[in-house]
């Protein structure tokens, strides 16, 4: 069987999300050898996170033939014919996003929904973006044979949200890179901690820097410890709320030496970033999934969180839950890991452990028993 992947993300994104998609394809690539996977995208001129990739011979990236961009390509008949060119039955999404033109009846249509932030956090888009990714998601949705989403959590929330029959959905859970298991050299992480200019030790805030991700009171947080040594690590996108509010605050209460932000981070620097932290921090609220708290844990990092979130739904005492979301808690939570070796290594092994159930061939196996359903 011949599967092909919307390539987005799987070829420029650098970040866990780029990860997810190649993880999961090299998953498939390994556990199904017999079929055929291409990945749909222009060529990007950086590779070298795709090489691990590309190594299989099943594993093909395809630039399309029609289309003169690939925003045309994807969202016009070009992606049709492709399709029909290279006999593939199954067509994945996995980036959220379907073709406008759907007219090839020999293709099968799956689509990923990893986030709902155009519903939750609509204050992070400009109007028009929320009028384009809405009606984006919802043709997706309704054009799709099925859709995957990354956890029980998130099935109920798209079927809720979104209107959709949850029989139509089916859970993949994430897979996470073997490289964040293993140990990285000391040479490495003083390497990485001068060229970023990262302070000696501190906790770690991924994800882009919209209001949803609450930096403001991670920085706030930050103010309050007994431990005033530890820094904070913001890694991830700027924003206007980011340069608006985030930053003024930081100079204003003169933290700059302590809260550093690191604006560009590739996917081979994560595992690098993860174990240098003392714990990592997951504040958002509304989220289908964390990917920064699996891969955290795999690095064997304590992860910390709100109350309430999937975080804590699905992982249970494998992380610290915080009492409340206020500025205060998330300081009392951070200096118990400080104060408690114990503390530290306790949430260690259990995050380690918890981590250990997402493995390759188990999101390989879930995503083939969703393709089964539609390969007819």
Known sequence: MNIGFDGKWVVFNHTSRGNLC??????MASEFPHNKYFIYSKISAENRHLTPLLVSP???????????????????????????????????GLCGLL????????????????DLHVLYHPQSFTRWQRFKNRLALRHSL?????IVVPSTWALQEVASKMGVDASRID??????????????????????????????????????????????D????IRRLKDQDMG?????????????VVRPYIERHQLTERVVHVKHLHSVDLPIIYQLATAVLCPARQELYSLSMLEAMSCGIPVVANPGTVITAEAADAVLATRDDSPESWANAIDQ???SPQLHDTLSERGLLYASQFTPSRSAQALMACYDKISD
């Not at 994807?74 to 399709?83: I, Q, Y």
């Not at 140990?183 to 990262?198: F, I, W």
């Not at 991670?218 to 947080?221: G, K, L, P, Q, Y």
């Not at 904070?232 to 608006?244: E, Q």
């Open 99 to 114: 073709p406008l033109s759907t007219g090839n009846s020999h293709t099968r249509l799956v689509v990923s929904v990893n």
């Open 232 to 244: 904070l690590v913001l890694a991830g996108k700027s924003s206007r709320y980011y340069r608006k």
């Open 171 to 216: 859970v993949v859970p994430p897979c996470i890179d073997s490289n964040f298991s293993v140990k990285v050299h000391d040479e490495a992480k003083h390497t990485l901690s001068t060229q970023m200019g990262l302070p000696r030790r501190f906790v770690l805030l991924m994800g882009p820097l919209e209001e949803y991700k609450c930096a403001l």
């Open 58 to 92: 099943n594993v093909m990236l395809k630039e399309p033939r029609h289309g003169m961009s690939i925003s045309l390509w994807r969202w016009g008949n070009g992606w049709s014919k492709d399709m029909r060119r290279h006999r593939t039955r199954i067509y994945h």
């Open 22 to 27: 190649r993880n999961l394809i090299s998953a």
């Open 142 to 146: 309704k054009k799709a044979d099925r």
């Open 337 to 339: 890991i400080i104060a």
């Open 218 to 221: 991670m920085v706030r947080a």
